[in-house]
C-alpha cells in the first residue's frame, strides 16, 4: 500500500532542510542502479537544502553522476537572470557539486515564446523518459514549495493550467514577480514516485491549514490541493512556524507516521 501523505514537523527551517537533504540522500542511496531524475523547485526555500547538501555531511554520500536535474518550473528569465530557478541552483548546487551540464535539463526560460518553450520541455521530458503520450514520465522525486495564496511550481490560483490533464508542461502566468512562467501540470507532478513540499515561515501557516485541513477551500483558490500522487510517496516538510495553524490532529496523526 503506497503511503499517500505523510507531514514531518521540526522546529526550525534549518532542522527542515537537514531533514529534506536526509531524504534526498537517502533516496538516491536506496534506489537501483542508473539514473536518479529529479526536479528542483524554485523561489527562496532550496537555499538551504543546497547548503545542507553540498556540505560534507550529505555530499560526500551521493553518487551525484547518477543524478539528473530538472526543474518543475521557470521564471522566462534568461539562465544567468537573479529570478531564474536554474541560476538558484547552479550557483548554489550544480557548481558545488561539480555537476557536469549533461545531467542538468533546464527550462529555455531565455525563450520568447513560453508556451515554445513548454512544448520543448515536454518533449526532452518524454524523450528522456522514453514516455510518449499518452504515457507520462514518472520522475524519482519531485521537489515543490507552497506560495503564501496556496500556489505550488508556477500553478496559481485560477490559472487555465490548473484544469490541464493532457499536457505535462504548460506556460503560465504569475501575479507576482516574473509574469511569464513554463510549469509542470498536476497530471505530470502526481505521477512522481516521490513528491517533497518544503514550507517554512508563519507567513506559509493559512495557506498550508488551507491545503492540508480545510476541506471548504478548493483546488483553484488553493492549487496546492491538487497534489496528490496516483501511487508514490507526498511529504510534506514543516517547521513549526508554517504548521501553526494545523490542528493537533492533523499534526499529531500525520507526523506520527512521519517519525
Ligand atoms: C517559483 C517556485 C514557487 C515557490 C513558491 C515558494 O518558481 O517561485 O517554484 O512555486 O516554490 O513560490 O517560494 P519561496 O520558497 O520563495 O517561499
Redesign the pocket.
Known amino acids: 500500500m503506497a503511503i499517500v501523505r505523510e507531514i514531518r514537523i521540526s522546529e526550525t527551517d534549518r532542522i527542515v532542510a537537514g531533514e529534506v537533504a536526509e531524504f534526498i540522500v537517502k533516496s538516491i542511496e536506496r534506489q537501483a542502479p542508473g539514473p536518479f531524475r529529479v526536479a528542483l523547485?524554485?523561489?527562496?526555500?532550496?537555499k538551504q537544502l543546497y547548503e545542507r547538501l553540498i556540505s560534507p555531511d550529505y555530499a560526500a554520500r551521493v553518487q551525484w553522476s547518477r543524478v539528473e536535474f530538472y526543474f518543475?518550473?521557470?521564471?522566462c528569465v534568461p539562465p544567468d537572470h537573479p529570478e531564474s530557478?536554474f541560476h538558484l541552483a547552479d550557483q548554489g548546487l550544480f557548481r558545488p557539486l561539480g555537476i557536469h551540464p549533461k545531467q542538468m535539463f533546464r527550462i529555455a526560460g531565455e525563450d520568447p515564446h513560453p508556451d515554445q518553450a513548454a512544448s520543448h520541455y515536454e518533449e526532452v521530458l518524454r524523450e528522456r523518459f522514453l514516455a510518449s503520450a499518452p504515457l507520462w514520465p514518472r520522475f524519482d522525486l519531485i521537489l515543490?514549495?507552497?506560495?503564501?495564496d496556496g500556489?505550488?511550481?508556477?500553478?496559481f490560483p485560477g490559472a487555465p493550467a490548473l484544469r490541464e490533464q493532457a499536457r505535462a508542461v504548460v506556460n503560465s502566468e504569475?501575479p507576482r514577480?516574473?509574469v511569464h512562467?513554463v510549469?509542470f501540470t498536476a497530471p505530470l507532478i502526481n505521477h512522481a514516485h516521490r513528491i517533497v513540499i518544503?514550507?517554512?515561515?508563519k507567513e506559509?501557516a493559512p495557506a498550508v491549514h488551507a491545503v492540508l485541513e480545510d476541506e471548504t477551500a478548493d483546488a483553484n483558490q488553493y492549487p496546492a490541493k491538487l497534489i496528490q500522487p496516483i501511487d508514490g510517496q507526498c511529504l510534506w516538510y514543516l517547521d513549526r512556524a508554517a504548521a501553526s495553524r494545523l490542528t493537533t490532529t492533523t499534526r499529531t496523526a500525520e507526523s506520527m507516521r512521519g517519525l
Do not use: M, Y
Open positions: 523547485s524554485g523561489g527562496a526555500t532550496p518543475g518550473d521557470e521564471r530557478n515543490l514549495g507552497l506560495g503564501q500556489h505550488t511550481a508556477s500553478l504569475s514577480g516574473v512562467r510549469t518544503t514550507v517554512t515561515g506559509k
